[in-house]
């Protein structure tokens, strides 16, 4: 089975204009480009491109995993709960003549929109080459391990691989993740005392992999 692949909120946020549209909900990050591109200029896209490269976990119930329901007062009939105007999928309140009830999954059941899930930690880290002494700050996802780390890092760095990851002295296990491998987070702490988290992450050291010998 094929590891899913972990966001954050800020990489989602970055997906949020009409053409490239993305967003998380109850731990999933999904692309709605697609969708956007099939029901262009229906008005009941409105909501979804208002809410482009957000979270909108607050749209659905996580117990029922559907749009969050309410009893109309007037009608004392089960409505949907859609404070930010009805949008695609979510059927109208009564009979309407232009209404296809036949639509299939909607959207926020349709796998195929699924890219990833959503990280319920973004973690903060130094990654330093102690050959250049190139010092590059990332944001990660706690889930990840130091091997899907190193895919984040080989923008800054294509010879990654060339290295030896270590913190502390201990050399990480590539297959686990920064928790795993006993790397503290104390953005917690940090943040009861009032400090800036930035200005505390820890550090990665990468040692450059000499492989050479005399001939």
């Not at 990654?160 to 686990?176: C, F, I, N, Q």
């Amino acid at each position: 089975m094929t590891r899913p692949r972990f966001f954050t909120a800020a990489e989602v946020a970055t997906h949020n204009t009409a053409t490239d549209l993305w967003v998380s909900f109850l731990g999933k990050v999904c692309d709605l480009s697609p969708l956007v591109t099939r029901y262009a200029g229906d008005p009941l896209l409105l909501p979804i491109l208002e809410s482009a490269g957000t979270d909108i976990s607050c749209w659905f119930d996580p117990r029922t995993k559907d749009v969050k329901t309410f009893v109309d007062p007037v009608t004392n009939c089960v409505r949907y709960h859609t404070p930010r105007g009805r949008f695609l999928h979510v059927p109208p309140a009564g009979p309407r003549s232009d209404w296809d009830g036949d639509i299939g999954a909607p959207w926020w059941a349709d796998h195929r929109y699924q890219v990833g899930l959503l990280s319920a930690k973004t973690r903060r880290i130094r990654v330093v080459n102690t050959l250049t002494l190139q010092v590059q700050p990332l944001q990660v996802c706690s889930e990840e391990t130091l091997e899907e780390i190193l895919q984040r890092y080989l923008r800054y760095n294509s010879h990654a691989r060339s290295y030896t990851w270590k913190h502390d002295g201990e050399v990480l296990d590539m297959s686990r993740t920064l928790s795993d491998n006993h790397v503290p987070d104390h953005d917690q702490d940090l943040e009861q005392l009032g400090l800036d988290p930035d200005l505390y992450t820890p550090a990665i050291l990468l040692y450059f992999n000499d492989d050479l010998t005399e001939q």
